[in-house]
């Protein structure tokens, strides 16, 4: 199994729907994580809004620090366009996802966000597998 660790800088969005994409779309591949550089201490109710509407229930998801995270050693770090905010986490292959914060953005353009995160995690797992 992968470790893979999504990091954005509230961990309130972008980094949680992207948790949850690999953890429904690759359980079976890979162990998924998430935190934030700055977490905000809650996940964003847009972001358990998209997610429900993709049967997935984000309730369960807390806002999480790097210091909540396992000591273990991670395949992938992905982070989410938070640039040098995002303190750098030992991983074999790192890479950024230039992806804007939705947390301001109304539902619909929200949404062009979380389904990119679901298409970027499913080439993810193409390239894992």
Known sequence: ???VLFVCVENSNRSQMAEAFARLHGSN????????SNPS???NPKAIA???EK???LTIHHSKSFSDLPD????FVITMG????CSHIPALIRED???????TLPPDEFNRVRDEIEHRVLDLLTRIN
Not at 72 to 75: K, P, R, S, V
Not at 82 to 85: N, Q, S, V
Not at 97 to 103: E, F, G, I, R
């Open 1 to 3: 199994m992968k470790a």
């Open 29 to 36: 591949h890979l162990e998924a994580f998430s935190a934030g």
């Open 41 to 43: 201490g809650q996940v």
């Open 50 to 52: 998209a997610m429900q």
């Open 55 to 57: 049967g997935y229930d």
């Open 72 to 75: 273990a050693q991670f395949d």
């Open 82 to 85: 938070c640039g040098d905010r």
């Open 97 to 103: 996802w230039d992806l804007p914060d939705p947390k």
